[in-house]
């Protein structure tokens, strides 16, 4: 009798989570595109749903509501295509491994002008419907809280390979304070700068706020 018994057929979980994937990205694609258009408040569940062609149960199954896809369309803008926390990631590792202080600035500021690209707007929109939503407002408090531990990691990597201008607390907020979203966004969408402007800037600026020893 057990001979008479289909075998499963694992390519068929498989499938469903490809599916469940791209269902997600779609309604992640939807958000964002309606979140930077309409705002939060005007990009409701119903519109991300049309938008993505899927019901709004399903975005909601999927996303419990729109506070949580908002802050996971932020979470991947940061991370951009890797999936590992920043500071695990290929482009700050390297960074920690570079020995001459200012290359180190260099080539943050390459890698981050890249996930400001990506995540400042949508900071900018949790920072604008934060004055009216706690939740949000909580959100809001907690990214600008993993930045500040993040460029901790920077500033450490900094400090392996020689004494900085300034403390460790005050070099951390420093870098902090120049590399914020709202600045990022300051200088290349209200001045139009470009990319390599504003990589330029950022690791002149802190090389010369940081590094006692400048090449």
């Known amino acids: 009798m057990a001979d008479d018994v289909k075998p499963r057929r694992p390519y068929r979980s498989e499938r469903r989570r490809e599916q469940a994937e791209q269902t997600r990205e779609r309604v992640r694609d939807a958000a964002a595109r309606l979140f930077e ?7 409701s569940i119903a519109a991300i749903a049309e938008e993505a062609g899927v ?8 996303f419990g509501n729109k506070r949580t896809l908002l802050g996971e369309l932020v979470r991947l803008a940061v991370r951009g295509g890797d999936s590992a926390p920043v500071p695990e990631q290929r482009g700050p590792r390297a960074i920690a491994a570079e020995t001459d202080q200012c290359e180190q600035l260099r080539m943050f500021a390459g890698d981050i002008v890249l ?6 707007p949508l900071v ?8 009216a939503d706690p939740e949000l ?18 500033v450490s990597a900094l400090e392996a390979h020689g004494p900085l ?4 607390d005050e070099a951390v907020e420093t870098v902090w304070a120049l590399t914020s979203p709202e600045l990022h966004q300051l200088l290349t969408r209200v ?7 504003y990589c ?9 706020l940081l590094v006692t020893s400048r090449r």
């Open 115 to 120: 996930r400001l690209e990506r995540a400042a």
């Open 165 to 168: 201008r300034l403390g460790t």
């Open 124 to 131: 900018a929109i949790v920072s604008g419907a934060s004055r």
């Open 137 to 154: 407002a909580d959100l809001l408090s907690r990214l600008h809280a993993d930045r500040l531990r993040n460029l901790g990691r920077l």
């Open 200 to 208: 330029d800037w950022l690791a002149a600026s802190l090389a010369a």
């Open 37 to 43: 258009a309409r705002g939060y408040e005007g990009a």
């Open 191 to 197: 001045r139009g700068w470009t990319r390599r402007r």
């Open 55 to 62: 019901s709004a149960e399903s975005v909601y199954a999927h």
